[in-house]
């Protein structure tokens, strides 16, 4: 990898970025992604001018202060890792301590947290238990090289619909939603994030940055309401991707995913 990203997140596409960075274009002005995340595939390509968007703003405080603060690895390497310590750090109310404090919580459960998941109960507090064989945090040079490549990226909080206002004719945007059922709370991801009865007007967005000019890549798990709405105009392909959220192996599942593109290479 380029850049190793150095959050873990449940989702994550970096089993898949060989297949991604096949499908990315050659050339584009500046790269997109609304539901960031760890922002895998960022880190993988060549460097550019980024948008990079979420709706957990943790995690969207995280990056910026990996950005900003070249002391944050050190802090964090400082805190024991401990259930006793994970846990109180964990009980920590995160609007009460500073954005930087705040950054080192997230970075610090989630370095240590069940694999990877980031998880909230009803009233937004988050409650995943400590895991096991989480490893320790990636070296100083890989928060180093990770700096460099946010150093030219814009980090914001904010909802897919609004950062896909923002994009135009030469951009390239991934965009990969979290798959939940409509209706269905999980906690996982966050309060309000995607879920697939946003499907419809989800496509019709896609349109619209087709029409504007934009290179989009799309990944979503195969599923009955993708197959209704996707249009014939543009490329698709499907893959196999094995799932492990599950701490038993014999509930880890193969499904398919889709990627769907509005580009040829």
């Known amino acids: 990898m380029r850049s190793k990203p150095l959050i873990r997140w449940a989702g994550s596409k970096r089993k898949l ?7 990315a274009p050659s050339s584009y002005k500046r790269y997109v992604e609304p539901f960031c995340g760890s922002a895998s595939l960022f880190f993988e390509l060549p460097d550019s001018p980024a948008l990079l968007s979420d709706i957990n703003v943790d995690l969207v405080n995280a990056l910026n202060t990996i950005k900003n603060d070249p002391t944050i690895r050190s802090q964090l390497v400082k805190i024991p890792a401990t259930k006793e310590e994970y846990y109180r750090i964990r009980a920590i109310e995160p609007e009460s301590i500073s954005k930087v404090d705040r950054a080192i919580r997230f970075l610090y459960l989630n370095r240590y947290c069940f694999n990877g998941v980031y998880r909230t109960n009803q009233k937004g507090q988050f409650n995943v238990p400590m895991g096991t064989r989480t490893g320790e945090f990636p070296s100083e040079a890989v928060f180093d090289e990770a700096r460099k490549r946010l150093a030219n990226a814009e980090i914001s909080v904010a909802d897919y619909k609004t950062t896909l206002t923002k994009i135009g004719d030469g951009d390239f945007v991934y965009i990969d939603p979290p798959y939940s059922k409509s209706g269905r709370f999980t906690g996982e991801y966050g309060l309000g994030s995607f879920d697939s009865s946003e499907l419809p007007e989800f496509f019709d ?44 192996k014999e509930s880890w599942n193969d499904s398919k995913e889709i990627l769907v593109k509005n580009y040829g290479q």
């Open 205 to 248: 967005n896609l349109a619209e940055l087709d029409r504007r000019g934009a290179k989009f890549l799309f990944s979503y798990r195969a599923c009955e309401e993708t197959r209704e709405l996707l249009s014939e105009d543009y490329q698709v392909e499907v893959i196999p991707v094995k799932r492990h959220v599950s701490g038993f």
């Open 17 to 23: 970025l060989p297949m991604l960075t096949a499908n």
